[in-house]
């Protein structure tokens, strides 16, 4: 099956960064939009932001606007969340997901996704 893979999910302090990456097949890559998602205990998933296989356009969610950015490497068929400034209600295991000629945002039916990667911030 294809597969996303997810890292760089861990341990972080309020107000502090990190960035999460998204290895994408190269089978997909080219034609497959890709949305990143979080889901808290006790919460559903929810779409945190994406960026389409076209245009480069991109969407974040009010939540985390003006915090995170979403990035694209087409040379490491990669994909990259960038956090910042963030707050202990930012934790939550975090999961991209990829649909395929589809512009921002896409959703939780989304065809393929990750195992997802824990982020825990601490207040």
């Known amino acids: 099956q294809v597969q996303l893979v997810e890292s760089g999910g861990g341990l972080a302090q309020s107000g502090g960064s990190l960035t999460l990456s998204c290895a994408v097949p190269?089978?997909?890559?080219?034609?497959?939009?890709i949305g990143w998602f979080r889901q808290a205990p006790g919460n559903e998933r929810e779409g945190v932001s994406c960026?389409?296989?076209?245009?480069?356009?991109?969407h974040i969610a009010d939540s985390v606007k003006g915090r995170f950015t979403i990035s694209r490497d087409n040379t490491k068929t990669t994909v990259y969340l960038h956090m910042n400034s963030l707050k202990p209600e930012d934790t939550a295991v975090y999961y991209c997901a990829a649909e395929a000629w589809k512009d921002c945002p896409i959703d939780v039916t989304a065809e393929y996704w990750g195992m997802g990667t824990l982020v825990i911030v601490s207040s």
């Open positions: 960026i389409s296989f076209k245009d480069e356009v991109t």
């Open positions: 190269e089978v997909i890559w080219t034609w497959h939009t």
